[in-house]
């Protein structure tokens, strides 16, 4: 029983460059969320995808900042011209059924590292 | 908008000696969820609480959610080197559609 699968694991950039970010949720998970952690920090919210549909981004930056879950295929998380700011551990996690009383399975993260 | 507090942020304790976490919200929540992370690691779903003046126990962690369902704390009785992690409070507004918000977690520390 594989859980949720991120990779990489860690992930340079320049600044400028794109950052993509890969997440396969739990085998049978249709519903997909991504969070972004600072150092000593919580958990904050990005956005809340369904297969092929964005259900929540409300916690996207306007720019810079897409995320997708295709028919096929694990959900990106894709950060174009990226800034020393956006450096951070990037988790996503799935559940079954979406924001219900569903528990999250979240992956190992991305730690993102901007120079 | 909503907001998930979580006291305090950082706990140092000698190994034995009881841990408490308290986590409150700006507005009632229909449910409110707790993890752990350990050093290093992910987070990691430990109990989920929905009615009001809750309690639920894990051997040694007792959970509790509020009569207003506005807050709740996590207690750890006898601490052991195994519960260091970051413990987080997540709490769910809007009726159960709600978008989950994270506290910002405290960090417990014992030492043996």
């Known amino acids: 029983n594989a859980g949720v699968m991120q990779n990489p694991r860690h992930l340079v950039r320049r600044r400028g460059q794109e950052a993509r970010l890969r997440c396969s949720p739990v085998k049978g998970h249709s519903h997909v969320y991504w969070y972004r952690q600072l150092p000593e920090e919580g958990l904050k919210f990005m956005v809340y995808?369904?297969?092929?549909?964005?259900?929540?981004e409300s916690g996207m930056p306007k720019e810079r900042f897409s995320a997708e879950f295709p028919k096929e295929g694990p959900s990106i998380l894709r950060i174009q011209q990226v800034v020393r700011g956006d450096s951070a551990a990037y988790f996503c996690a799935s559940s079954r059924q979406g924001w219900t009383n569903e528990k999250l399975f979240f992956g190992s993260g991305t730690q993102l590292s901007v120079l | 908008g909503q907001q998930v507090m979580q006291i305090p942020q950082y706990q140092h304790v000698q190994e034995g000696e009881d841990f408490t976490t308290y986590c409150n919200s700006s507005t009632t929540l229909s449910n409110i969820q707790w993890y752990k992370q350990r050093p290093g690691g992910h987070p990691v779903f430990l109990i989920q609480?929905?009615?009001?003046?809750e309690v639920k126990k894990q051997k040694r962690l007792t959970f509790q959610f509020g009569e207003a369902k506005k807050n709740s704390s996590l207690h750890i009785t006898a601490t052991q080197t195994t519960d260091v992690g970051t413990y987080f409070c997540a709490g769910r507004a809007g009726g159960s559609q709600g978008n989950l918000i994270f506290g910002k977690g405290t960090k417990l520390s014992v030492k043996p």
């Open positions: 609480l929905v009615k009001s003046g």
């Open positions: 995808l369904q297969k092929e549909n964005i259900i929540d």
